[in-house]
């Protein structure tokens, strides 16, 4: 299956909210409810931030939320810190009963 | 704690067989899914495979089908990652993620990552 869309890059100065939309098709993203995003700084592992579209696991800040429309899911990251300049990946369970990635954002924040 | 700790870096030459491994500890090891993820130099994530200890379910995404071997030995809570001809392409760090429960879902706890490098 191919790897689901994302932007390359976005950007925001602090305080500010960004979205980061993820893309896929009715066979992944728009099937399921199995839809998480990882953040992952340089040199580290990635990190869960949202699971099941819209679920932080304990410990995430609430400044983050996922939310999904069609095959169109997005991370929504509010009042933008320093610390949240990362790699930013989705991931969707697929009708092949395995998963797949987008193919990262960058966040730059400003 | 809850954690996964994966084995050190590995170089290698082109055509050997490689194994690595990725122990977890402060869970029931039989009842999650384990999956590996691929990152190569200055690229983003791979879905490889994922394995489920209990009865060894194991499912690869098409593009490591028949490129990789993910098995599991419960009775020491370690899932493995193997090639038997190993290519410069495989050159990249190699993650265990801890992947739900009953259901494939999200990866919610990491291994710290392998490096592989391969080179003649």
């Known amino acids: 299956q191919s790897a689901l869309t994302q932007p390359a890059s976005v950007s925001g100065s602090p305080g500010q909210s960004i979205t980061i939309s993820c893309t896929g098709t009715?066979?992944?993203?728009?099937?399921?409810?199995?839809v998480s995003w990882y953040q992952q700084h340089p040199g580290k592992a990635p990190k869960l931030m949202i699971y099941?579209?819209?679920n932080r696991p304990s410990g995430v800040s609430n400044r983050f939320s996922g939310s999904k429309s069609g095959n169109t899911a997005s991370l929504t990251i509010s009042g933008l810190q320093a610390e949240d300049e990362a790699d930013y990946y989705c991931?969707?369970?697929?009708?092949?009963?395995?998963?797949?990635f987008g193919g990262g954002t960058k966040l730059t924040v400003l | 704690e809850v954690q996964l700790v994966q084995s050190g870096a590995e170089v290698k030459k082109p055509g050997e067989s490689l194994k690595i491994s990725c122990k977890g500890s402060g869970y029931s090891f039989t009842s999650y899914w384990i999956g590996w993820v691929r990152q190569m130099p200055g690229k983003g994530l791979e879905w490889m495979g994922i394995i489920y200890p209990g009865d060894s379910d194991t499912r690869y995404s098409p593009s490591f089908q028949g490129q990789v071997t993910i098995s599991a030995d419960k009775s020491i809570s370690t899932a493995y990652l193997q090639w038997s001809s190993l290519k410069a392409s495989d050159t990249a760090m190699y993650y265990c993620a801890r992947g739900g429960a009953m259901v494939i879902r999200a990866f919610d706890i990491w291994g710290q990552g392998t490096m592989v490098t391969v080179s003649s």
């Open positions: 099941d579209v819209s």
């Open positions: 991931s969707s369970y697929t009708s092949s009963s395995v998963g797949v």
């Open positions: 009715s066979s992944d993203v728009g099937g399921y409810n199995y």
